[in-house]
């Protein structure tokens, strides 16, 4: 049976780099007779400009009823004055939350081809691989209530709530633990338990569904130290699970410690492994339509989409190793340009990775 | 008049490090007759095995009337195990919160002298110097209502509350506002307002208290993305200012950057700019009791002191004149030592820098 991938390009350099992810996703349907089918809408601010929301509830029946979704990046200047309600964001938190999509997986990997861009040295980064596992529907990002008002005595205030139950929290330490089985067998969950009453059960709940993993080696650590040691000595990681905002402050310090963030895909996936498949990095509105901007990770974030949803290792193996063709082959964008390397613009890129396949 | 000041040792190496502190204070006491009055109580593990809570009545009461208060550190195994609600930390939530210390300075500054500690590249960290200022008292911190609970359906879930009222982003942002006026004149402000109600009001507060302030410039930052920015290029910040909680996770980031947390200070202070003021680092139990910790970060509280609680901006910077002069004479601690150098012991630091003052 065929597979249905809706594809959303969203915003600024989001079509421009999802234009190559589909070129290469197709060559691999072929290839790898995968038997896909595709379809576009819009999300963000160009679904802003099209339907009046960030999310149309056309756009998230036709999400709900596809097997898969690619995601540009969303966001920009031009809908940065519009009303909060439909700012392009909430477009995006709304299809997190309304397809469920509470597992996001967020590598941090440093390209051994790319070690030079990070401002780390490299004795501190050569062979970096963390998997940063980010609850992604719940906590203060969803809590309820949520208010802003006027006190009597005049003075304004704002207040979010920062929730969770054990379901939410078994289900992503499950995903933790799942990923570090197939990987380093070390899980590090991050909490705040020494102020938190949230995470004070989600300590304990993660360390309940830790005795169902007796291989994997489960430890605890303050998200305050973990941003510390991130930067101290980040290979001491290998999985990391957290709620919705450490997860969304980490997963961002961590990428970064790669110095390469155009290189990282991600995944949110729902309970059935069904997924949204994103880039890490933004829409970056200054290079918009420059035809610059560097489509490896959106590349990467459909080979994602193949080993998660779709269980299609050998092709998720095949398009990785493109990239890392690509790279050995010298091949850069402007992002991760270093001297001595090969310009590339972005549909240069993606051809070079269509090429490798 | 005479001013008194309340030394909590606390727990681990916070007696060994303060007693080094102690020791330069009361030579500046002499040589710039400061007319300074000792007396000593103790806060969190400590207190807790001496009144059975980690903060006493009595020694909140003499922390109201003390005129400034050292901290050493608080915490460790010990007392890992004990009840919630008396575990140390307990004790230093309380008093930064009974005591209003609300404005929390947290400064990151790198040593040219340890320049080779950190584990960013050179370029990326020389001449850092970074000042966050965090708010202490309110945010998730203190919250209500907080509370974990069984559900109808018996699933445990539990919640915390993050409020923000003006008045209080207010006083913070003018803490951040004058300490950027007399440093580099930029304030970054750091929030999530494109998902929390509480940083909505947050950006428009601090927005509303800059006009008072034309002569510094005012960005701001969602939390995620300074988490990014810290790694990639720490430089570009020169004050931030944040709420309780991205404080506390992007101050301890912003600290590993100088590779040297054994030398930095923190102020908390009320509104009259009393204050407490104690090391960034922790209570490091693993040496506790070796006399090999670095006292250095808890002389630098006192320089703080003086400067920030007292006005006594000689005796401050000669204290600071004294450690960078030590640093200078190859002198370091096992924390921050390095080929080349001479080791010494917490007691050796201490007596270089008497002699240096
Ligand atoms: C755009 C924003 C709402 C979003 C988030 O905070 O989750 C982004 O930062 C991310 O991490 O995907
Ligand atoms: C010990 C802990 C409660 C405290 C905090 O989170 O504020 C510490 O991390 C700090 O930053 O001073």
Redesign the interface.
Same mark, same amino acid.
């Given at each position: 049976m065929s597979k249905q991938i809706l594809v959303l390009p969203g915003d600024g350099i989001g079509p421009e780099i999802m234009a190559e992810a589909v070129k290469v996703l197709k060559l691999a349907n072929g290839k790898f007779q995968l038997d896909l089918e595709f379809s576009y809408d819009e999300l963000g601010g160009a679904a802003v400009d099209k339907y009046g929301v960030p999310l149309a509830d056309e756009t998230l029946e036709r999400a709900r009823a596809a097997d898969a979704i690619l995601l540009g990046a969303v966001g920009g200047p031009k809908w940065d004055a519009i009303d &909060?309600a439909i #700012?392009p964001?909430r477009g995006l938190?709304k299809i997190r939350s309304q397809l469920g999509l509470f597992g996001n997986l967020r590598p941090a990997l440093l390209y051994p081809q790319l070690a030079e861009a990070s401002?780390?040295?490299p004795e !501190?980064v050569a062979g970096l691989d963390i998997l940063i596992v980010r609850e992604l529907t719940g906590g !203060?990002?969803f809590?309820q209530p #949520?208010?802003?008002k006027v006190?009597d005595n005049g +003075? #304004?205030? @704002?207040?979010?709530?920062? &929730?969770?139950? +054990? =379901?939410e929290i078994r289900r992503i330490a499950r995903v933790g633990f799942d990923m570090a089985r197939v990987r380093n067998k070390k899980l590090c969950s991050v909490d705040?338990a $020494? *102020?938190? @009453? =949230?995470s004070?059960?989600w300590r304990a709940?993660v360390e309940e569904v830790g005795k169902d993993y007796p291989d994997v080696e489960l430890s605890h650590m303050y998200?305050? $130290?973990a @941003?510390?040691?991130? *930067? #101290? @000595?980040p290979k001491q990681f290998d999985v990391i699970v957290t709620d919705n905002?450490?997860g969304? !402050?980490?997963?961002? +310090?961590a990428?970064?410690?790669t110095?390469s !963030?155009g290189m990282l895909p991600s995944a949110s996936l729902d309970s059935n492994n069904k997924g949204m498949f994103e880039p890490c990095h933004g829409s970056a509105p200054d290079i918009a339509g420059k035809g610059i901007a560097n489509p490896l990770a959106t590349i990467l974030s459909v080979s994602m989409m193949l080993r998660y949803s779709f269980n299609q290792v050998a092709a998720a193996d095949a398009i990785e190793q493109a990239v890392s063709d690509v790279l050995d082959q010298g091949l850069r964008t402007g992002d991760i340009w270093s001297e001595g390397c090969a310009k590339a613009n972005t549909q240069e890129m993606g051809d070079a990775v269509v090429a490798a396949l």
């Open positions: &909060p #700012r964001e938190l401002s780390l040295k !501190i !203060i990002y809590g #949520r208010e802003s006190l +003075e #304004r205030m @704002a207040f979010d709530t920062l &929730p969770y139950s +054990e =379901s705040k $020494n *102020v938190l @009453a =949230s004070q059960l709940v998200v305050d $130290n @941003a510390m040691q991130l *930067v #101290r @000595a905002m450490f969304d !402050i980490l997963s961002d +310090e990428s970064m410690l110095g !963030i």
